[in-house]
């Protein structure tokens, strides 16, 4: 039972490239969240998704950030016109259902804008 | 908006002594989660703690919930080497999916 996935696990871009960012749930969870880890600090929620719908996208940054869950593919998340206080870990989770559910968090994503 | 704070934010402990962390919401909580991030690792879900005063063991790691659901702890019994790590509590409201994390207390162990 594969658990939550996510590439590239490294990513380093220049100022002003695109990052895409992927994640793929386990299997039979249909709710996707996403949160940025900074160096040396916690966890800071980003946005929630369920399968096309964004539900809850108040830790994301109005702009140059977005997020999606097609019904078919892993849920990306979208970082235009990078700058280097992008550079953090970027961590998805996913859930079977809404509510008190456990969330199970992939291996991360290693921003590094230069 | 909801605020978690955990203290202390390092704690450096010899093998074999003991080590708490507390976590305090500024909101009461549905439910509190407990997640351990080795360096250079992810988080992973240790334990979730639903109801008021509820404590709940696992092996050497004791979590408690506190009657007010505002506040939670972990102890680790004589600590080891692989201890070592991040450890977050994170919490919900009522009818909200979002989590909030803690932000974190970073164990590091003395061989």
């Known amino acids: 039972n594969a658990g939550v996935m996510q590439n590239p696990r490294h990513l380093v871009r220049r100022r002003g490239q695109e990052a895409r960012l992927r994640c793929s749930p386990m299997?039979?969870?249909?709710?996707v969240y996403w949160y940025r880890q900074l160096p040396e600090e916690g966890l800071k929620f980003m946005v929630y998704?369920?399968?096309?719908?964004?539900?809850?996208e108040s830790g994301m940054p109005k702009e140059r950030f977005s997020a999606e869950f097609p019904k078919e593919g892993p849920s990306i998340l979208r970082i235009q016109q990078v700058v280097r206080g992008d550079s953090a870990a970027y961590f998805c989770a996913s859930s079977r259902r809404q509510g008190m559910e456990t969330q199970y968090f992939g291996p991360g994503t290693r921003l590094l804008v230069l | 908006g909801q605020q978690v704070m955990q203290i202390p934010q390092y704690q450096h402990v010899q093998e074999g002594e003991d080590f708490t962390t507390y976590c305090n919401s500024s909101?009461?909580?549905?439910?509190i989660q407990w997640y351990k991030q080795r360096p250079g690792g992810h988080p992973v879900f240790l334990i979730q703690l639903v109801k008021s005063g509820e404590v709940k063991k696992q092996k050497r790691l004791t979590f408690q919930f506190g009657e007010a659901k505002k506040n939670s702890s972990l102890h680790i019994t004589a600590t080891q080497t692989t201890d070592v790590g991040t450890y977050f509590c994170a919490g919900n409201n009522f009818g909200n999916e979002k989590l909030t994390f803690g932000t974190g207390t970073r164990l590091t162990i003395i061989p």
């Open positions: 998704l369920q399968k096309e719908n964004i539900i809850d």
């Open positions: 299997k039979g969870h249909s709710h």
């Open positions: 909101t009461t909580l549905s439910n």
